[in-house]
């Protein structure tokens, strides 16, 4: 099917946010299916616990290879906001750091 890398990445984040803490109901995860090729899930799926967007068990290594679990399938509570947009969400789990000017001359 070789489609894009973002495309699938925003496909499936759009459809897990459909589910809000949940796992993706099996029928959810055959349209991916049939959506996109199973390298293509599993690539994306790697990003996405990469960047901590969806649960880590999502994936289980094989002897013949990665395969999705569909139970651990979900956002994160950041991987939510991200998803729906809710920068405000997201910006209350950043960390600021703020330096005065004389602070940054002290360091020198």
């Known amino acids: 099917m070789s ?11 759009s459809t897990l946010a459909k589910y809000p803490m949940r796992p993706l109901p099996e029928s959810e995860l055959d349209i991916l ?12 799926t790697r990003y996405l616990i990469a960047k901590r967007m969806i649960n880590p ?5 094989a002897i013949d290879g990665a395969f999705i679990v569909s139970d651990c399938l979900m956002l994160t509570a950041d991987g939510y906001d991200i998803a729906t947009g809710d920068a405000l969400g997201y910006e209350i789990s950043a960390v600021t750091v703020k330096l005065h ?5 002290h360091l020198d």
Not at 3 to 13: A, I, K
Not at 35 to 44: F, M, N, S, V
Not at 101 to 105: A, E, G, H, P
């Open 57 to 61: 068990d999502a994936l289980r290594e």
């Open 3 to 13: 489609n894009s890398f973002e495309e699938v990445r925003r496909y499936m984040l």
């Open 33 to 44: 299916y049939d959506k996109y090729d199973e390298e293509e899930l599993i690539a994306a």
């Open 101 to 105: 000017n004389n602070t940054l001359q």
